[in-house]
């Protein structure tokens, strides 16, 4: 499975970006995808979650960017979408989308849940 990430760029608070993961190698349906973040000086952080179709497809946000970031994706054209709306300055971070290659009961939002990984792109909001 491999995963290219784009979208990322610059823009002042309160404004919207998105970022968009392509995947290949492996049915996105039967696939729990994830964003993951990291700040300079921080460690990577879960941003938000799709499951897979067989697990309903159920989304899950962080706290931080509930209601403000959605995730979706595009099974036909194996991509994943993270539309990032009213934001802040704190939301600067690299931006990652990963792949787990197994299904786990769990939540499924720490980095170690997850076995492929975009090359991250890098995500500025100016105050």
């Known amino acids: 499975v491999q995963l290219q990430a784009s979208g990322g760029g610059s823009v002042p608070a309160g404004g919207s970006l998105r970022v968009v993961c392509v995947v290949s190698?492996?049915?996105?349906?039967?696939?729990?995808t994830a964003w993951f973040r990291q700040a300079p000086g921080k460690e990577r952080e879960f941003v938000g979650n799709?499951?897979?179709?067989?697990?309903?497809?159920?989304?899950a946000y962080a706290e931080s960017v509930k209601g403000r970031f959605a995730i979706s994706r595009d099974n036909a054209k194996n991509t994943v979408t993270l539309q990032m709306d009213s934001l802040k300055f704190e939301d600067t971070a690299v931006y990652y989308c990963?792949?787990?290659?197994?299904?786990?009961?769990?939540?499924?939002?720490?980095?170690?849940?997850?076995?492929?990984w975009g090359q991250g792109t890098l995500v500025t909001v100016s105050s």
């Open positions: 990963a792949v787990a290659g197994r299904h786990l009961a769990g939540p499924m939002q720490r980095a170690s849940d997850y076995d492929y």
């Open positions: 190698g492996g049915t996105l349906s039967r696939l729990t």
């Open positions: 799709i499951r897979r179709s067989a697990y309903g497809s159920s989304k």
